[in-house]
Each structure stands twice: as structure tokens, then as C-alpha cells.
């Protein structure tokens, strides 16, 4: 009998494994996607049909405009020009629709849960209770455990309202969505959401009227 030997793969071998570890390796990433951004969309409109190709501009405020602000119609301009609308230049006194724009962070309580092992390494307690033989009681369970206790924490909303009037209607307005986001983040990181929130708020333009709607918008 002969003893046994291990063998080793040859080249072609080799290479063939390596092939086969890559290629799981790249499906394990292709699986660890970030989670979409989740907006709420609300949208009131009555949007003209012959809107294509027409100018808009900016509403102009009373204050000097940040650099902050300049980012965010930078990321409107994208958006409206997709569905069709074309900024007038800044000689252009007659642009038909106006287009202003709000972004907010508000604060609000909320509850999360989070790990609270049992005390004194027992379980909860149970009580006393009735049947035969007669009256019995048990306490803490003597093995230990842990559960979840909620806690109060602070969350933010991000939110970002776009309004658009005609000047052909009296300027009378005539698209106003509204698209918030709920996060733990913080209120420094608006300028992070403010274009996923763009991007959700234009998804479907100009979407149903009085509708609410909840959009998702890949990372």
C-alpha cells in the first residue's frame, strides 16, 4: 500500500483559486451598499403645460447672499433644468417664473432603545402567583439576561421647500414641494442632505397634486 501524499495544485491551479477569491470577494462588496436616503415628499401644484423651455430666476433677498446659498441654487439650477426650465440672464427683467427656496433644521425628542442588562445579574423579576399544590412564589430568575430600555435622545429634521410663481399668472404660485429627512446627525450636516433632499424633491416632477409621498434616493 502506498502512504498517502498530499498534493499541491499547479499553476493553472492556482491561478484558477484566485480567480474564484476574487470573484467573491467583489460580490461581498457589491452587497455592501449604503443605505438609500428616505424622504418625505409633499408636493401642491398646478403646473402649466406649456412650461417646457420657459426662463426662471431666483427671488432676490434683502441680505447679501452666502456662499452657503450660492451652493444650494447651484444644486436647484441641476435640477430645474432637467424638468425643462431655463435661467434667465441677469439682464433678463421678464423671467417668467420666480423660484424661492427655504432650507430648515429642527430639533425634536424621540426614543431609541438601547442594551440594559438585568441587575445583579438576574432576570426580571415574576411575582407570586396561585396553583396546586397552593400558593407559590418565584423572583428574579437566578440565570441573568439583558433586554432593552428605551431612552430619550435628541433627532433632527432637515427639510427643503422649494416655491415656483408665474409671472404669466400674476405670480401667482404655482409648484410648492416640501422634502424632510429624519436624522440623528446633527445640524451642521444640512449642507450634506440638502442635495439628496433636491434630488428627491424633483423625482417625478411635479408630481401628483396634495400628494404625500415617501421617495428613496441612492447614496
Known amino acids: 500500500m502506498k502512504p498517502f501524499a498530499w498534493s499541491t495544485p499547479g499553476a493553472k491551479g492556482m491561478k484558477g483559486v484566485l480567480v474564484i477569491l476574487v470573484s467573491l470577494f467583489l460580490a461581498g462588496c457589491g ?3 449604503p443605505p438609500p436616503f428616505v424622504a ?51 439682464w433678463d427683467r421678464n423671467a417668467r417664473f420666480t423660484v424661492q427656496y427655504t432650507t430648515r433644521v429642527e430639533p425634536f425628542q424621540t426614543w431609541t432603545d438601547v442594551p440594559a ?7 426580571p423579576y415574576m411575582g407570586w402567583g396561585y396553583g396546586p399544590p397552593g400558593w407559590w412564589g418565584y423572583g428574579m430568575v437566578p440565570f441573568g439576561g439583558a433586554g432593552y430600555q428605551p431612552i430619550p435622545v435628541t ?10 410663481m408665474d409671472r404669466n399668472r400674476n405670480q401667482a404660485e404655482v409648484y410648492q414641494g416640501t422634502a424632510s429627512h429624519t436624522g440623528e446627525a446633527g445640524p451642521g450636516d444640512l449642507p450634506f442632505m ?12 411635479p408630481q401628483p397634486n396634495g400628494e404625500a409621498s415617501t421617495v428613496q434616493v441612492r447614496r
Open 31 to 33: 452587497t455592501l451598499q
Open 40 to 90: 418625505r415628499v409633499t408636493v401642491f401644484q398646478q403646473w402649466p403645460a406649456d412650461a417646457a423651455g420657459a426662463t426662471y430666476r431666483f427671488a432676490q433677498g434683502d441680505e447679501p447672499q452666502r456662499l452657503e446659498q450660492r451652493n444650494y441654487q447651484d444644486i436647484l439650477r441641476v435640477h430645474l433644468a432637467r424638468v425643462g426650465l431655463v435661467e434667465a440672464q441677469p
Open 117 to 123: 442588562p438585568y441587575p445583579y445579574g438576574f432576570g
Open 155 to 164: 433627532a433632527w429634521r432637515y427639510t427643503l421647500q422649494v416655491s415656483i
Open 194 to 205: 440638502v442635495p439628496y433632499l433636491a434630488e428627491a424633491l424633483f423625482t417625478g416632477f
